[in-house]
Structure formats: structure tokens, C-alpha cells
């Protein structure tokens, strides 16, 4: 496997930070455990068990697609669909692509630690979505 390309349908989400009990347990959000599954459902629906090779070095691409908000003009709107106007809410970059990584981890490749290149953009569409895409670099001999 050279590279793979999925879709995860629905609102962009970020990876939330872990919470704690007054036990000191920690745990990680429900939201965020559901957001690893949807990923990793959507992983498994169109590659099933196929697996990166723990030596492979990897580059990873995501593009968020967030909603476009209701309450803006058409014109605005517009600009938001063309990709005039990019999203600087949240979720931050850095944590959809760790949400990513982490619900890929020991599904798409044995360890997150094989991502050496890594790019997040965020868009607005009328169909929120994060498209996936995740390659295989060649290494020298």
C-alpha cells in the first residue's frame, strides 16, 4: 500500500484536552472518543485491515471542510465557498490533526511516530467533512 484517501462526513472536530476526576484518573472526553471512532470507522469501511509497515515513513494531508455559518450574507457566504474567507475558529489545526493521528494510531500504521510531513488546511463548505489522505515517502538505499 502506497497511499490511502478517506472521508470522515460531519463537523470537523479537534482533539479536547484530557479530563481528570477528583480521584486523579484521567480520562479522555466521550466527544473525542466518538470522533476517534467515526474516523476509524471510516478507515476500516473503505481499507478494512490494510496497514501501513511499522519502517514506512509517512506524509499525512487533512483538509477540513467546516460548515458555512447561516447567519452570513450571501455575498460572504460566497467568498467562504470559493475559499476567499478561511476558517479562524475553532478547532485549532494542530488539534484536528492530532485527532487524526491518534484515532489512525495502530489502525492505518503501527505508530504516529512514522508521520514525518505533515499538512492541515481548513476550508468552509456547504458539506462538512475532513478529507484524509495518507502516503507512503520512498526511502533511499
Known amino acids: 500500500m502506497n497511499e ?24 479522555t ?9 467515526r ?8 481499507y478494512d485491515a490494510m496497514q501501513f509497515n511499522k519502517d514506512d515513513m509517512l506524509a499525512m494531508e487533512i483538509t477540513a471542510y467546516q460548515g458555512i455559518p447561516k447567519s452570513v450574507s450571501k455575498k460572504k457566504q460566497e467568498l467562504m465557498r470559493r ?7 475553532k478547532p485549532d489545526w494542530d488539534n484536528i490533526a492530532k485527532i487524526v493521528c491518534d484515532a ?10 512514522q508521520i514525518v510531513s505533515a499538512e492541515v488546511s481548513k476550508y468552509y463548505s456547504h458539506s462538512p467533512r475532513v ?5 507512503k515517502l520512498k526511502q533511499e538505499k
Open 83 to 89: 475559499g476567499a474567507i478561511r476558517p479562524t475558529k
Open 104 to 113: 489512525l494510531n495502530e489502525t492505518a500504521y503501527p505508530d504516529d511516530r
Open 131 to 135: 478529507e484524509i489522505r495518507i502516503k
Open 39 to 46: 474516523v476509524q470507522f471510516e478507515y476500516y469501511f473503505k
Open 29 to 37: 472526553p466521550q466527544k473525542t472518543a466518538d470522533y476517534e471512532q
Open 4 to 27: 490511502i484517501n478517506f472521508t470522515v462526513y460531519g463537523e470537523p472536530m479537534g482533539k479536547q484536552r484530557p479530563r481528570h476526576t477528583k480521584n486523579g484518573h484521567t480520562y
